[in-house]
């Protein structure tokens, strides 16, 4: 497993930007495949954005596509989500994922599929 931890959530505006992190460690953190969930209170957890083992693969829910971004730095063992243009419909808590055993037999938008998950950050955006 590896250990990850988010951080970068808070207040904001409608409208305005956040960017989330998620450190990782314990693991070969290029092998691992992330993605980025979120869940509002009664709700479900859904997807938001996943990124490969190949950073050129990125993936997002249609609810934030054009306005979120997944990245990854391998060097710093480390997952970004940059947001942008929130709303209030995108109020919270944000959870980062990883797997280090995908073999494209799963879907990444499946939260439950990833063995590691952080503890989660929460996003607030007001009206």
């Known amino acids: 497993q590896v250990q990850l931890v988010e951080s970068g959530g808070g207040l904001v505006q409608a409208g305005g930007s956040l960017r989330l992190s998620c450190a990782a460690s314990g693991g070969t953190f290029s092998t691992y495949v992330m993605g980025w969930f979120r869940q509002a209170p009664g709700k479900e957890r859904d997807f938001v954005a996943a990124i490969g083992q190949n950073i050129g693969y990125t993936g997002y829910g249609d609810s934030v596509k054009g306005r979120f971004t997944i990245s990854r730095d391998n060097v710093k063992n480390a997952g970004y989500l940059q947001m942008n243009n929130l709303k209030p419909e995108d109020t919270a808590d944000y959870y980062c994922?990883?797997?280090?055993?995908?073999?494209?037999?799963?879907?990444?938008?499946?939260?439950?599929?990833?063995?590691?998950w952080g503890q989660g950050t929460q996003v607030t955006v007001s009206s």
């Open positions: 994922a990883a797997d280090s055993e995908y073999n494209g037999s799963w879907s990444l938008t499946t939260p439950n599929r990833y063995d590691d």
